[in-house]
């Protein structure tokens, strides 16, 4: 059986760079142009480990697809202050791209396509691009279904489930990514969580950050309150809060960063740590929080406010600061966009009508 993944991509985000509230730079739609960027189709993907490369792609044009360039992706240059200084773009062949992630080394890039039965992998120093796994007839496989990459540590891991020479899938699982190998030698099994998922009723988001640990949120039957959960390998899901709503949800490591509606329709911003158990209230609001992003050491959280005319309040809070909640005084509203943040949480990136901007974080 195939269950449904409201699970997130968790994409290694790293950046340098000092502490303190300041517009780093400022990409003018005029500018990304000049590139060779198209500002409506552009997305911002990742950072390199180092910090120095940032990752986009778009969707190409209908002449280029004629030619059979589907897809482009793009790594932007950073100085160590975030100024991009040059811009490479590398062409891809691919049905679709439905996710992306750099490998653990930071070497290559996979990309999932063909809805999960496909990898293919770039060679950033080269541009070029190979094959991974293509499902292929009477031959076993890997499919990634909903298609998500996880890069934890050393390892690179994909939810999804194997299949025989008949095309019969196995369980819902987590697999591990060999790059050195090919076709299913590629994806060795670490985790099966079909019978996991399948014992938590009415499961509206689950979110894994390796094969050992994961973060649920269940909605109670017959009743509008969610649950959350806590996930560790070999151990029972353990329920650690209730809301009317969780419009934010991200986990990284063996935290929780989370927005929940309490009653008297509050929003209260919450950091959870799974390995002691407590619970952090970072901030209350009587408006909605949403749009949550949490950066990879678990240090910084970025939340948003959305106003009625579809504009953004941006906040964030860190460990650098005693969880001080506060906005980002450069951008005290701004168009809804796409947000990043540095794994250190020191740096967070702005991709909206106006342009990309990269802001450091106190």
């Known amino acids: 059986m195939r269950t449904f993944w409201a699970g997130i991509l968790f994409l290694v985000l790293t950046l340098g760079g000092t502490a303190s509230w300041a517009e780093a730079w400022h990409l003018s739609k005029a500018e990304l142009i000049s590139y060779g960027i198209n500002p409506p189709m552009f997305q911002v993907l990742d950072f390199s480990s180092d910090g120095r490369m940032l990752m986009g792609y778009q969707a190409t044009q209908r002449d280029e697809v004629a030619k059979g360039i589907t897809n482009r992706l793009f790594e932007l240059n950073l100085r160590s202050d975030g100024k991009v200084t040059g811009v490479r773009s590398h062409n891809l062949s691919v049905p679709a791209v439905e996710q992306i992630a750099l490998s653990p080394d930071d070497r290559e890039v996979v990309v999932t396509t063909a809805s999960g039965a496909a990898f293919v992998v770039l060679d950033r120093a080269t541009g070029k691009v190979r094959t991974l796994m293509a499902h292929e007839p009477r031959t076993p496989g890997f499919r990634s279904y909903p298609p998500i990459l996880l890069r934890t540590g050393g390892d690179l891991l994909a939810t999804g489930f194997f299949y025989d020479e008949e095309d019969y899938g196995g369980p819902d699982s987590i697999a591990r990514i060999d790059l050195t190998k090919s076709g299913v030698e590629a994806f060795e099994l670490v985790a099966e969580v079909e019978k996991l998922e399948r014992s938590m009723k009415r499961l509206v988001i689950n979110a894994y ?19 959350l959960y806590r996930w ?12 009317l709503s969780v419009p934010g949800f991200m986990p990284k490591g063996d935290t929780l960063a989370y927005v929940a509606q309490r009653s008297g329709g509050l929003y209260e911003l919450v950091i959870y740590d ?52 506060q906005p980002v005084p450069d951008l005290p509203r701004s168009s809804v966009g796409n947000i990043r943040l540095s794994r250190d949480g020191r740096w967070m990136t702005l991709y909206n009508q106006d342009g990309l901007r990269i802001v450091s974080l106190p």
């Open 209 to 227: 950050t390796d094969h050992e640990t994961g973060y649920f949120c269940v909605q109670r039957e017959g009743s509008k309150v969610y649950t």
């Open 274 to 325: 799974g390995a002691s158990a407590t619970r952090r209230v970072v901030a209350t609001s009587p408006v909605e929080l949403g749009y949550l992003t949490f950066s990879e050491d678990g240090s910084t959280v970025q939340v948003n406010e959305i106003t009625p005319d579809r504009k953004m309040r941006l906040f964030t809070a860190s460990s650098r600061t005693g969880w001080k909640y």
């Open 232 to 243: 560790k390998a070999g151990q029972e899901p353990e329920a650690f809060d209730e809301a």
